[in-house]
């Protein structure tokens, strides 16, 4: 299926969860998965563990620091 | 010079201070006429035991404030934590507490039937709780009969709340877990169902929406059916804030892992709602706990189940060969693949040592809860995935060995693959390959088929395996040679 990370299209395997998407987009990100702010197209908050939808968008940004990723 | 109020005068402000009466009075009266309900509920508890003491307090502090409340769980309350999962009867630790906690309703999510049918059905039967789903018939299944929907009355006031039950379906036409979990049951869309309940909506004084199939799912609901006055969801783990109004309908979702908990307030006047809202509580914020529910707890965590001994061995397991040997084993016996595939990464243990392995062992291994995605890979794309990691032995394999030649300064020049017992691979045909979730998300290689989540985890699988074993030999296994040419 596909997904958008920071509006990247990523292809990942049917079923996977928020985290599986965040570390296609981005391996390294991995080990730093609890630093991270991620939120759904409509700005509220999900665990890395949600469920993803065909076409989902999800966003990502370091929280400490606030920046983009 | 003294003014004097003449009655000229006193008229008008006779007049508007009558009008304020009046209007002061209509308003209590339209006060008096309204009545508030408060439906409390959490999504995805995953088995989280540990917040349940705070969860319990502020259950009984939202009782105490409010007459007419009502506790709810928008599903999955199984998986995800070990003292749950591996208990000697699974899932019924959770079950006692939602118990304890004064759960009246839940909806089976996809993961509430994890541990199968038979396991769930036990812990059906254990639930004070009803628990229901619409969008499934059980032709041949194990499951006894489960209501669509549930009615709570609130005979006092005269409101009654109607809550339909609905679970996400997959591009399979199943909900997210192994599909031997669901045998004997038949799935169809919640987005269909839900239209064949709409005439509660005239029957009782709210329609609710118990909803697992996720936010991005449920605000399409909403945009199909503005009939529905709440939907109260979960699967996608998302929280929202102060609830989201879509199409009239206000949506909500209390993240996961019973961190929050919702609060929805329907305003009735007449009977009619007339306003409704909502707010999430932080459990973690909390200061007050339940003392008895937080012993049982704590007795549940001293559940000697996680030193429960699988087999044992004779020889040390020592090495990632020989580590990952077992553990791609252990995968592909589990989920009959043809070949499975384990990074050295995911290897977190140096050794099994000779003695007792027990299930702690496996989740120390093996402990990040990543589940096993089949791919359908032709050789060409299973020797593809190994000359991905650029001749790094770092792939440990079940099902099929490999050559990484080399030249003789060591230089990477091709991977040769073998299936096991010196047959002949099909060019043509797919093998069911299966590799964790970090493998699938994070090895990028050309291939047809993205895969599919099993959503069976790898940890699982390694249990299962050991604890169908009478014995096990796993010294010098050789599934990977690095040869110089």
């Not at chain 1, 993803?52 to 968008?57: A, F, Q």
């Not at chain 2, 000229?8 to 007049?15: A, S």
């Not at chain 2, 990464?345 to 007792?356: N, S, V, Y």
Request: glycine share 8%; charged share 25%.
């Amino acid at each position: 299926m596909q997904v958008f990370v920071n509006d990247h299209l990523i292809r990942i395997h049917e079923g996977a969860i928020v985290l599986d998407a965040i570390r296609s987009f981005d391996p390294s990100l991995s080990k730093m998965i609890g630093k991270l702010s991620i939120k759904d197209a409509y700005g509220n908050e999900i665990s890395p563990d949600g469920s993803l939808l065909e076409n989902e968008h999800i966003y990502i940004e370091k929280s400490n620091q606030s920046s983009e990723l | 010079m003294k003014q004097f109020l003449t009655g000229k005068m006193l008229l008008p402000l006779f007049i508007l201070l009558f009008s304020f009466t009046a209007c002061l009075s209509s308003s209590e009266d339209s006060s008096d006429k309204q009545v508030k309900v408060v439906i409390l509920h959490t999504n995805d508890e995953h088995a989280k035991i540990e917040p349940f003491s705070k969860l319990a307090k502020a259950v009984e502090k939202e009782r105490a404030e409010n007459d007419h409340v009502i506790l709810v769980s928008a599903g999955d309350m199984f998986s995800g934590n070990p003292f749950v999962d591996y208990h000697q009867r699974p899932g019924s630790p959770i079950v006692e507490l939602m118990n304890d906690v004064g759960y009246e309703l839940q909806v089976l999510g996809n993961h509430d039937f994890d541990y199968g049918q038979e396991t769930l059905k036990e812990r059906m039967q254990e639930a004070n709780f009803s628990i229901i789903l619409a969008n499934f018939t059980n032709e041949i299944g194990i499951l006894d009969s489960i209501p669509p929907y549930h009615v709570h009355e609130f005979p006092e006031i005269g409101i009654s709340l109607a809550f339909v039950g609905i679970v996400q379906t997959g591009r399979n036409g199943i909900p997210a877990t192994h599909p031997d979990n669901i045998e004997g049951l038949t799935f169809t869309s919640g987005f269909d169902v839900m239209g064949e309940y709409l005439y509660l909506k005239e029957e009782h004084s709210a329609l609710v929406a118990l909803s697992h199939m996720g936010f991005g799912s449920d605000l399409r609901l909403a945009e199909m059916y503005p009939q529905i006055d709440v939907i109260l969801g979960g699967h996608s783990h998302t929280r929202v804030e102060d609830g989201q109004i879509e199409n009239g309908v206000l949506v909500t979702q209390t993240q996961a892992n019973v961190q929050y908990l919702g609060k929805t307030t329907l305003i009735f006047e007449d009977g009619k709602l007339v306003d409704k809202y909502s707010r999430l509580v932080k459990i973690a914020d909390l200061i007050d706990e339940d003392e008895t529910i937080k012993a049982k707890i704590e007795e549940f965590k001293n559940n000697d189940v996680l030193n429960r001994k699988l087999i044992s061995v004779d020889h040390d397991i020592k090495g990632k060969a020989d580590l990952g040997c077992l553990i791609t084993d252990g995968i592909r016996a589990g989920l009959d693949l043809d070949i499975a595939f384990q990074n050295g990464g995911g290897i977190r243990l140096q050794e099994l040592p000779a003695g007792d392995i027990k299930v702690k062992d496996i989740l120390t291994l093996d402990p990040f809860g990543n589940s096993v995605v089949v791919m359908n890979l032709t050789p060409a794309e299973i020797k593809n995935f190994l000359e991905s990691r650029a001749g790094r032995i770092d792939l440990y394999v079940s099902g099929m060995s490999y050559d990484i030649i080399t030249n003789k300064k060591g230089d990477y020049i091709d991977t040769e693959i073998k299936l096991d017992g010196g047959i002949a691979w099909d060019e043509n045909k797919r093998y069911k390959v299966g590799v964790n979730s970090y493998v699938a998300s994070t090895y990028q290689f050309e291939r047809e088929d993205d895969g599919e989540d099993t959503f069976t985890k790898t940890s699982d699988l390694i249990i299962q395996f050991l604890d169908d074993q009478e014995s096990i030999q796993y010294q010098n296994c050789e599934r990977i040679r690095i040869i110089k040419r």
